[in-house]
């Protein structure tokens, strides 16, 4: 059974910073791609960022290229999502992703290609 917590969810001003971590429970995260999602109220879950399972390639959504920032600590077993210079219209619940047979440096941005998700962390971007 694969467990993924996720924490640093708050509430920032526009223009704010927050750093979502995700950790997983008795897992090497190396053998695994990982990948950060949000949904907002009323839409379906998007796309945000992905990492990859050895080498840490990463890949973004458009919308956030050069704003966010994803990283993996293989040693803690746990993934980052840096957020920077957030807008009101990313307010949402923010879900971290894990992909169990991943290739080698490969990224995914599909929900699909994803086998675990965490609870989410509510992030609010106030105007």
């Known amino acids: 059974q694969v467990q993924l917590v996720e924490s640093g969810g708050g509430l920032v001003q526009a223009g704010g910073s927050l750093r979502l971590s995700c950790a997983t429970s008795?897992?090497?995260?190396?053998?695994?791609?990982m990948g950060w999602f949000r949904q907002a109220p009323g839409k379906e879950r998007e796309f945000v960022a992905a990492v990859s399972r050895i080498n840490s390639y990463t890949y973004y959504a458009d919308s956030v290229k050069g704003r966010f920032t994803v990283s993996k600590d293989n040693a803690k077993n746990t993934v980052y999502l840096q957020m920077n210079s957030l807008k009101p219209e990313e307010t949402a619940v923010y879900y971290c992703e894990l992909k169990f047979t991943a290739t080698y440096g490969r990224t995914y941005y599909l929900l699909s290609d994803y086998d675990y998700w965490g609870q989410g962390t509510q992030v609010t971007v106030s105007s």
């Open positions: 008795g897992r090497t995260m190396s053998n695994y791609a």
